[in-house]
């Protein structure tokens, strides 16, 4: 388990890259737009993935006090997907920045799918089933 150490005059703080992998899913998922976090391309499957697993859809590296971040996102049919990465990578940045006082040097957004839309039934289908 990678970590980063902060030394100060009472002792150190251990931040795990696994912590900063679960803010930088959560600070994703918060913008409009992102569906969930996708499994990234392990065994070439991409999968969704719950809110337990927010970290599985992020690659943390954490040197010398600096992050790189690599997100695997599914977002809605529709979207614009320029924005939705901008928007992503700005949120992320100031989230993990704010909560850890590392310096997010990199945050690549990488949309590994599309969510369609659910077809609704219309009035007529469902009164003849």
């Known amino acids: 388990m990678n ?3 902060i030394n100060n005059n009472v002792g150190s703080v251990r931040i795990s890259n696994d912590v900063v992998a679960i803010i930088a899913g959560v600070a994703a ?7 969930g976090m996708s499994g990234g391309i392990t065994g070439g499957i991409t999968e969704l993935l719950g809110m337990k697993n927010l970290s599985k859809g992020v690659n943390v590296k954490v040197e010398d006090k600096e992050a790189n971040i690599d997100i695997y996102l599914v977002v809605e049919y529709g979207a ?3 924005k939705i990465g901008k928007e992503v990578q700005e ?3 100031a989230s993990v920045e704010n909560m850890t006082g590392l310096n997010v040097v990199n945050v690549n957004v990488n949309i590994q799918g599309i969510s369609m ?3 609704q039934k219309t009035e007529s289908e469902t009164k003849t089933k």
Not at 29 to 35: L, P, Q
């Open 3 to 5: 970590e980063d150490t």
């Open 117 to 119: 839309p659910k077809e």
């Open 29 to 35: 998922t918060e913008v409009k737009g992102v569906v």
């Open 91 to 93: 949120n992320v940045k």
């Open 80 to 82: 614009n997907l320029a």
